[in-house]
């Protein structure tokens, strides 16, 4: 195998990166451990649990699955792209006033496949939740203040949807 | 693990090395073997990014989907929705969203797992694969892609390019259900597809097939003959059930054992026979 270390490419939360990894350095280690991007964890390491949850290019990943090689040239955002300046997002908002984390390991996974959802189906049935999160296992709440979060945050981003969707997008 | 890029480079590196290169496509499991130290030599070739490999097209009478497709891809395209709604609905069991983006149309045939969830649904459409090399490219049944427990009909040099399915079943009673631990993220103890006409409560053009229930994924051939030109009723539905227990060979695992498989195979082929009688096939 080519173990070669490579300088790949990709952007994060909209900033450009170069880092020199083997190419089949794992995303995840990548952004903890190059980027000291630590907001995104580790749960299970083989894409059951979702704790590492991020997106590239537009769709959530599993970033423990994605070999740092197969992000060339990707955009890629984390769970530290969702707040803006410092204020959290709506949905990150939501997930405090309904009770949506408590160990916080999952917390980061969970907003992320939150946000792929609301990006692309703004006002979800209570299933498209659940479907969306599916992949994303919490051992505290019992989902169900997770679900009330997600649905609160597309309440409240019907209000002031133009800011959401910027944040979103960016 | 390298990335030529292109589908020709990845072609001549599996002509120069015949089986010394193992593709990877959206990883979702051979990085979960990688970590595991399952891959004892691993050298992999990416087919992430290669447009050639990743596109959906359809016609009057047919549709190709290429290797690298992922589910989501699958998920998001509304003809085949309307035209091949069973591996629609199969793309959907795949792990999860995350998983769905990654995970692709030829990986989880390539895979070669029993339970893989595309699978029966493949198989009652009559899929054919197109395989293609340096040497060219040749099309089989899917029927005949898998040739025992995790092996297929592949050439060394050879790489699955696309998977071709007629679209001429639109006026058939159409039947998926897999039955999982859960409903997301479980690998099926048990899975069903069907297709059939029911033309003046006789059963026609029949297609059964089931996974995680022998080595590979399997047509249900003997079932399909107990029912084919008779109507459904207490004897023809008893008939096809062992017929089925007749043919299929599942194993204790982990996830389940034989006998609840055998079981329910048994039972979502009468479910859907049911279903069948009740509501006919399409006019």
Known sequence: MNTDWQAIRFTVNGVSCTVHAPPMKRLLDVLREDLHLTGTKEGCGEGECGSCSVRMNGDLVNSCLVPVLQAEGAEIQTVEGLSLDGELSVLQEAFLQHGGAQCGICTPGMLMAAAQLLTRTPHPTTAEIREALAGNLCRCTGFMGIFASVAAAAEAQAAAPAAETARHAR | ?283
């Not at chain 2, 891959?39 to 290797?67: C, D, H, M, Q």
């Not at chain 2, 595309?118 to 089989?140: F, M, N, T």
Request: glycine fraction near 8%; hydrophobic fraction near 50%; aromatic fraction near 6%.
């Open chain 2, 1 to 283: 693990m390298i990335a030529p890029g292109g589908l020709d480079a990845v072609l001549e590196l599996l002509a120069r090395e015949p089986g010394a290169w193992t593709p990877i496509a959206g990883g979702t499991e051979l990085m979960v073997a990688f970590a595991a130290g399952r891959l004892a030599a691993p050298k992999l070739v990416s087919l992430w990014n290669i447009p050639a490999l990743r596109f959906i097209e359809t016609g009057a009478g047919s549709a190709a989907i290429g290797a690298a497709s992922t589910f989501l891809d699958l998920r998001a395209h509304a003809v085949l929705a309307a035209k091949l709604p069973l591996l629609v609905k199969a793309a959907s069991w795949i792990g999860s969203i995350a998983n769905q983006s990654r995970a692709t149309l030829g990986g989880n045939l390539v895979n070669g797992s029993p339970a893989a969830d595309s699978s029966p649904a493949l198989l009652v459409y009559d899929a054919e694969v197109e395989l293609i090399s340096v040497r060219g490219r040749r099309r089989i049944p899917y029927a005949e892609f898998h040739t025992g427990y995790k092996r297929n009909a592949l050439a060394t040099d050879e790489l699955l390019y696309a998977v071709h399915l007629p679209c001429r079943f639109t006026r058939h009673k159409q039947y998926i259900r897999k039955v999982g631990a859960r409903r997301a993220m479980a690998v099926a103890k048990a899975a069903l597809a069907a297709t059939a006409l029911l033309r003046d409560g006789v059963v026609g053009e029949i297609r059964l097939a089931a996974a995680s229930v022998a080595p590979v994924p399997t047509r249900l051939y003997q079932a399909e003959a107990a029912l084919a030109g008779r109507p459904i009723t207490r004897q023809t539905v008893q008939a096809a059930r062992e017929a089925l227990l007749a043919e299929v060979r599942p194993i204790d695992d982990i996830r389940s054992t034989a006998e609840y498989r055998r079981r329910v195979t048994a039972n979502l082929l009468e479910e859907f026979l049911l279903e069948l009688r009740r509501e006919g096939s399409r006019p």
